[in-house]
Every structure is written in C-alpha cells, then in structure tokens.
C-alpha cells in the first residue's frame, strides 16, 4: 500500500506556532522533504524529532521528485516543509505534489502558520476577495508588465518583498496603484515583528534602512475608481486633510484623489484650494 505526502505547515518565527499535528506527522514519517535542512534541523531539534531529512529546493527539486515518488510508492511515507510557513506557496514542492497525485498517492496537507494570511489578518483589508500574488520581478519587461497588472487587480493583494528591494517596490506600487493604504508586515512572529499601516507614500517617506522579509498588504482598488463620480469641493478637502494627517505628502494626496474621482489633479488642487481661502 503506498504511503502518503504530507505537506506540512511550519512556523514562520516562532517556534511555538507548530501544530501539534504537525509534530506527530514529522515525527512519524519515514523522511522529511527539506527546502533547507539546516533550517529545519533546529526545528526538529528544539521538539526532540530525530527523523531522518533530505534536502528538496528549486534547484533540485527535478532530480529528487522522482525518487522521493519511488519510496512513497513503497510504502513510505513522507513530510514536505519549506523554510518557513506552508510548502508551495512562493516555496518549492510543486512539481512533488504533482507527481504523487499522477502517481495516485495520496496528498494530505497539514494546516498551519502561513505569513500571507498572518498579514491578512491583521491588515484591517477585507480578505473576501483577496490576491496574493507573491515576489515581485526583479527587473526587465516582466517587472514592467507584473506591475501594470497589478492595476487591473480590484480585490486586496497581498505579496512579498525582500528589504534591499523594499523601498523599489514601494515606489513601483504608488506609481501603479496611486497611493492606496499599504499594510507593511516586517519579520512576522519574530523578535524584531513590525507592523505599520499607512498610505504607500508615507512608508516611502520612512528612511530606515529595512531589515527582514516584508509581507506588504494593499488595499482593494476603490470602486469609485472604476468610473467619474460626483464631488463637491469641501469634499475633497476633507479627504484631502485625512490622507495628509495619515502621513501623505500633499502632491501624493492629490494625485491619489485624482485617480479616484477620474479628474485632472489640477482640478483637485484647484478645488482644495478654494475652501482653504
């Protein structure tokens, strides 16, 4: 009788947040599939697990997939984990999930931690509908067109971001998006955990120099940026002293309430400046 693919769930930070099914499983599997098996030694270690870990990563996730298939198939059974979080999303294990399924093995998942919806959580976004889109491009047409895409988009999204990329991203995301609330989630269940909500102008304005992986959680696209709707001035200056009070330089607050109301922003600074007379 085959054995099963388990893919299974670890922490993001904090050991803690391991499940105590995922302790079982890892402790009763035959070998555990590894994106870094240095990672998820101290893992194993910290819980007493002496299982037995090879390593499965993007580089040789093709060579392996067809052995680690060869022991299922005997009988054995076998834990995938990457990194940190859950398996496949934005980690290798695919083409291993693929394969047990064509080979009619069993593919049970292990739910656990998982830093898109830790951020999610606790973005204050609506998460119904919500896309998550991963690692940006890093250069070229496809960063161009990734971006672009992103335009089109009307649900929250939710992606990730190196740091000596962050401050890139951040700029690409205002030009794409205008300047739409950004929940940034910096080093999730960690010691150095920062969570900052604000307008994407007003993190770019943050000069720190950024440490640790970032989930970055976008607002939907307003609906009233689907088509022209009506304002009035004082209107306008309202929403325009709001997103200057949450830290938008003035300039981004008028080009964001542009974008909005489908209009010139010499229009909006026009308008703005009429009630402050």
């Not at 079982?24 to 035959?30: A, F, G, H, K, Q």
Request: aromatic content about 6%; hydrophobic content about 40%; charged content about 20%.
């Amino acid at each position: 009788m085959p054995g099963t693919l388990y893919v299974v769930a670890t922490p993001i930070g904090n050991l803690e947040d391991v499940t105590l099914r995922a302790l079982r499983i890892l402790r009763e599997v035959s070998v555990i599939a590894a994106e870094d098996t240095r990672r998820t030694a101290r893992l194993l270690q910290h819980y007493s697990i002496s299982t037995p870990a090879t390593s499965l990563h993007q580089h040789n996730e093709g060579l392996r997939t067809e052995g680690l298939v060869a022991r299922l198939a005997a009988g054995e059974s076998v834990a995938l984990v990457s990194d940190a979080g859950t398996p496949v999303v934005s980690d290798p294990g695919s083409n291993l999930v693929a394969a047990a399924h064509a080979a009619g093995i069993r593919v049970e998942p292990i739910p656990g931690p998982s830093a898109t919806l830790a951020a999610l959580s606790a973005s204050g976004m609506p998460a119904e509908p919500f896309c998550y889109v991963g690692f940006p491009p890093v250069k070229g047409n496809a960063r161009k067109s990734w971006f672009a895409s992103l335009a089109n988009q009307s649900p929250t999204i939710v992606l990730f971001e190196a740091p000596h990329r962050l401050h890139r991203t951040l700029e690409d995301l205002l030009a794409a998006l205008g300047d739409r609330k950004a929940f940034l989630a910096r080093e999730l269940t960690k010691a150095h955990e920062e969570l900052l909500l604000a307008p994407l102008s007003a993190h770019l304005e943050n000069r720190r120099e950024p440490r640790g992986e970032y989930t970055i959680v976008i607002e939907p696209k307003p609906l009233e940026s689907f088509g022209q709707i009506p304002y009035n001035d004082h209107q306008l200056r309202a929403e325009f002293d709001e997103l200057v009070g949450h830290g938008s330089v003035p300039r981004a607050a008028i080009r964001a309430l542009a974008e909005k109301y489908g209009v010139a922003a010499r229009q909006i600074y026009s308008a703005v400046h009429r009630t402050s007379e």
